[in-house]
């Protein structure tokens, strides 16, 4: 009985599949909201408004708080955020139905746990960081942009995957 | 006719509904797809799971031809759609930041909330990273205003860049998409891992 529960949790969907209906969900997005879908941009959101209450001050004086939170007339009261809630429902109910839920680090035998979790909280520092600087990350800049043929896009998506592509040499030990 | 909330078809209200059901959609495609784990996300890297690269072209392929499709029936008008801005440097530098991000990190934003939904605590450090850089970009926003303000060339899409209609550039997309599909299935067969 344990191994069909092993294998199971290790099933997944085909995925060509998968890509199509990531798709449908973006042509959803673009439908509704004449957006693409996103994820940094929801960090970004909840941390102007997490200082906007802890130093509203702050998010005056500085220029790249001030400009967003003049764009929103509150910043949780935005899209993205509404949409990253989703994602994490969403993810969870699929997790439930393959019997994936489970606390735990997934790493490389050949690393500890210790190493991957710092790895991770550094790669999450560049990955924010970076999305901040490219006006977006995978989802919103290099995914959605793609699906409307914009330059940007493609640059974003060339940039993040051609870079990954020239590292993983140095970081193979932390995946295979 | 869409973009909805664009031409006043829905209120403000129903498109936040809306964005969370579409989030339940996006989070049910990437976990049921195995984006919540970071070691098959590396795997395109090293060839042996090339799940992004399948997932994510088809995906930008089947979004392109749907909504080019739904223009040329009247169903939304593309005009009205959010095309992203073009500023060169940024982007570039801004991406090379990210991939770096990938690969040392093993997720991007939109799957390190997908693997922390199902428990992955490396992806929850992650999503505290993630804080961590908006963070540090805005506090040091100064550093950076004129790389992020450089290059700005509008919002142009690439196929008018490269002086083709949208509905050539979307098959010749297709082709280069069928052509990495294939080394994708090419490489899962020739760098096989079992256990990962």
Known sequence: MESTKTDRSRRYLNPYLGGVLLGLVLIAANYVAGRGLGASGAVKSVIVAATDVIAPAHVKNNAYYSEYAKQHSSPLKNWLVFQMAGVLVGGFLSGALWGRLKLKVEHSPKITSRKRLLMAGTGGILFGFGSQLGRGCTSGSALSGMAVISVGGFITMAAIFGTAFMLAYFFRKNWI | ?196
Do not use: H
């Not at chain 2, 797809?33 to 090293?46: C, D, I, M, N, P």
């Not at chain 2, 088809?58 to 029936?73: D, E, R």
């Not at chain 2, 570039?92 to 997908?114: D, L, R």
């Open chain 2, 1 to 196: 006719m869409g973009p909805l909330v664009v031409n006043e078809i829905i209120s403000e209200n129903t498109n936040f509904l809306l964005a969370f059901l579409i989030g339940i959609g996006f989070g049910l495609v990437l976990e049921s797809s195995g984006f919540s784990s970071s070691r098959k996300l590396a795997g395109v890297f090293y060839g042996y799971d090339t799940v992004v690269l399948k997932v994510f072209f088809t995906a930008a392929i089947t979004a392109m031809l749907g909504l080019l499709f739904m223009s040329l029936f009247g169903w939304i008008d593309l005009d009205l759609v959010y095309v992203n801005p073009a500023y060169i440097p940024s982007a570039i530098i801004g991406g090379v930041v990210m991939g770096g991000g990938f690969i040392i990190g093993g997720f991007c934003p939109g799957t390190s909330f997908c693997g922390a939904a199902i428990g992955k605590l490396d992806a929850m450090v992650f999503i505290g990273g993630l804080f961590i850089g908006v963070i540090l970009f805005s506090e040091t926003y100064g550093l950076w205003d004129k790389l992020y303000m450089a290059g700005f060339q509008g919002s142009p899409k690439l196929s008018e860049s490269l002086g083709m209609s949208d509905g050539l550039f979307a098959l010749f997309l297709i082709l280069a998409a069928i052509g990495m599909f294939y080394v994708a299935e090419w490489a899962e067969k020739k760098f096989p891992r079992e256990e990962y």
